[in-house]
């Protein structure tokens, strides 16, 4: 699914062209991504507003909305979560298009509007949409972030380690704990984990200052590569988890396991 930098890449695509526009109208029929919502309770919380901001904490994304009316009260935060291939695109009113989200192997043509789920429509006659083929994507008026962790690209170096000095579970089970640290997933997590040169089944509780620290720069150094790059599908490792494969840095053969329910790639040779 989306990781941060996949969701950061839709939250500054919405910070960059989204913001200030007043809405005129919204989709917000589709029951099971505007759930618990009826159709047109987001719409009657949302006309005349602006989204005056765009967040993020981990995989979260949700946008600040404004005053409406007269009123000095702003409006209801609203939430979008990407799912497992949702996009955001914002249109001008000429019809171009800009876009974050999620990486599509099979790239998307603009004006395709096969998988909408919600849009917002601007009164400069552009448009906000979510696209999201699988339909795993969510849209909430007030999202909950509060059981959220520190945010994995902004984490402390002391939030990091008490995110590991709990418990005995695997590290790479504690890298996907969103409640421990927001926004790494399963493909961030196994780049981490190869760059520190740290066997990803290990326990939390057998990290060293020297392992911790090494974890912390590899989460920092793969999160910007990632987010520059254009999302976690271009970070090095990621073309050598098949079978078959071979470590990019040593040429030793890639083992594919399971750990915390997650498939799981390592090297051979550096992460016994």
Same mark, same amino acid.
């Given at each position: 699914?989306?990781?941060?930098?996949?969701?950061?890449?839709?939250?500054?695509?919405?910070?960059? #062209?989204?913001?200030?526009?007043?809405?005129?109208?919204?989709?917000?029929?589709?029951?099971?991504?505007?759930?618990?919502?009826?159709?047109?309770?987001?719409?009657?919380?949302?006309?005349? !507003?602006?989204? &005056?901001?765009?967040? !993020?904490?981990?995989?979260?994304?949700?946008?600040? &909305?404004?005053?409406?009316?007269?009123?000095? #009260?702003?409006?209801?935060?609203?939430?979008?979560?990407?799912?497992?291939?949702?996009?955001?695109?914002?249109?001008?009113?000429? @019809?171009?298009?800009?876009?974050? /989200?999620?990486?599509?192997?099979?790239?998307?043509?603009?004006?395709?509007?096969?998988?909408?789920?919600?849009?917002?429509?601007?009164?400069?006659?552009?448009?906000?949409?979510?696209?999201?083929?699988?339909?795993?994507?969510? #849209?909430?008026?007030?999202?909950?972030?509060?059981?959220? @962790?520190?945010?994995?690209?902004?984490?402390?170096?002391?939030?990091?380690?008490?995110?590991?000095?709990? @418990?005995?579970?695997? #590290?790479?089970?504690?890298?996907?704990?969103?409640?421990?640290?927001?926004?790494? /997933?399963?493909?961030?997590?196994?780049?981490?984990?190869?760059?520190?040169?740290?066997?990803?089944?290990?326990?939390?509780q057998d990290l060293s200052a020297d392992d911790i620290s090494r974890l912390l720069r590899a989460v920092r150094q793969a999160i910007r590569a990632a987010v520059a790059g254009g999302g976690v599908h271009t970070l090095s490792?990621?073309?050598?988890?098949?079978?078959?494969?071979?470590?990019?840095?040593?040429?030793?053969?890639?083992?594919?396991?399971?750990?915390? /329910?997650?498939?799981?790639?390592?090297?051979?040779?550096?992460?016994?």
């Open positions: 699914m989306p990781e941060l930098p996949e969701v950061e890449s839709a939250r500054s695509v919405i910070a960059r #062209v989204a913001l200030g526009r007043v809405i005129v109208d919204v989709d917000d029929t589709d029951t099971y991504e505007c759930r618990p919502h009826r159709p047109g309770e987001i719409r009657t919380a949302l006309l005349g !507003r602006t989204l &005056t901001d765009a967040h !993020r904490r981990g995989k979260s994304m949700w946008c600040d &909305t404004s005053p409406v009316n007269g009123s000095a #009260v702003a409006g209801p935060p609203l939430g979008i979560h990407l799912g497992m291939s949702g996009k955001i695109v914002v249109a001008a009113s000429d @019809g171009t298009e800009t876009d974050g /989200g999620d990486y599509w192997d099979r790239g998307r043509q603009p004006g395709d509007r096969r998988y909408l789920r919600f849009s917002l429509t601007f009164d400069d006659g552009g448009s906000m949409a979510l696209i999201d083929p699988r339909r795993l994507g969510r #849209v909430r008026l007030d999202p909950l972030i509060d059981r959220l @962790g520190p945010d994995a690209g902004l984490i402390t170096p002391s939030q990091f380690r008490a995110a590991l000095a709990r @418990g005995s579970a695997p #590290v790479k089970a504690r890298l996907l704990d969103q409640e421990s640290i927001a926004g790494i /997933g399963n493909l961030l997590a196994d780049q981490i984990l190869w760059q520190a040169r740290i066997s990803p089944g290990r326990s939390v490792v990621v073309p050598f988890r098949k079978p078959g494969g071979r470590c990019p840095r040593d040429n030793a053969p890639m083992v594919r396991s399971t750990v915390g /329910g997650r498939t799981t790639w390592r090297c051979s040779r550096e992460q016994p």
